[in-house]
C-alpha cells in the first residue's frame, strides 16, 4: 500500500497544479549544498557551497526591498537535506522557491546560466529569473530555462525554480562570478525576475 503521507504529499501537488494561480508574499531562497556537501565537481578549486551562500544572501536583502517576506533555507556552512529544504518550502502557503546554484564541468569551456523547472505550473518563474539573468549578465552565454527533475524543485508544491549562475570551472566566468558587479546584478536579476513573475500572477 501507498503510505499515507506519501498519498497526501501526491493529492497535494495535483490539487496545487489544478488550483488557480494567486499572489504570493514569500520567497524560499535555498543557497545549494553547504556543510559536508561541498558542491561542485571533484578537484574544483572554488567551492560552490561558498559561492551559493554568498549569492543568496544577497538575493534574499534584495527580495526583502521589493516587499518580500524572505525565508531562507540555510544562512551558514551547514548540512540541510534535500527533504529538509522541500519541508521548508512546502511549510509556506502562496511562497515560491528558488534554489541558488553554481555549475562545473570537466571541459574548462562550458559557461553560461540556465535556470531549470519541474513542472509546467513552474515554467513562466523560470523563464521570467532566466530572461532577466541573460539580460544583466552579458556576456554570459544562455543555456535556457529547461525542464529538469532535481530533487528540490520536484519535490516542492510551490512553483519552484533552480538556476545555475553560471560555471565556476570556467576560467574567465569564475573571474566575473566573483567580483561584487556580478553578485549585485545576478541579485537584482533575479529578484527582477520574481518581480515580473509575481506581476504575472496578479495581472499588474
Not at 155 to 182: D, H, M, W
Amino acid at each position: 500500500m501507498i503510505g499515507r503521507s506519501i498519498l497526501q504529499s501526491a493529492l497535494a501537488l495535483v490539487a496545487l497544479a489544478a488550483g488557480p494561480l494567486r499572489a504570493f508574499d514569500t520567497v524560499i531562497i535555498d543557497a545549494g549544498h553547504g556543510g559536508s556537501d561541498r558542491g561542485g565537481i571533484p578537484r574544483q578549486r572554488i567551492p560552490e557551497d561558498e559561492w551559493t551562500l554568498k549569492t543568496a544572501l544577497r538575493l534574499s536583502a534584495e527580495i526583502k526591498q521589493r516587499g518580500f517576506t524572505v525565508v531562507m533555507t540555510r544562512t551558514s556552512d551547514e548540512d540541510v537535506s534535500l527533504a529538509q529544504r522541500c519541508r521548508i518550502a512546502n511549510s509556506r502557503r502562496d511562497a515560491i522557491f528558488v534554489s541558488v546554484h553554481y555549475d562545473a564541468y570537466r571541459r574548462e569551456a562550458a559557461d553560461g546560466i540556465t535556470a531549470y523547472y519541474a513542472s509546467s505550473r513552474s515554467e513562466k518563474l523560470a523563464r521570467s529569473i532566466n530572461s532577466r539573468m541573460v539580460s544583466a549578465l552579458r556576456p554570459s552565454t544562455n543555456r535556457g530555462a529547461k525542464r529538469a527533475r532535481f530533487y528540490v524543485i520536484r519535490n516542492t508544491l510551490c512553483p519552484a525554480v533552480l538556476v545555475e549562475c553560471g560555471f565556476l570551472t570556467n576560467k574567465a566566468e569564475s573571474k566575473r562570478i566573483q567580483t561584487s558587479e556580478y553578485q549585485d546584478s545576478l541579485a537584482k536579476a533575479i529578484a527582477d525576475g520574481v518581480t515580473d513573475y509575481r506581476k504575472y500572477r496578479t495581472g499588474r
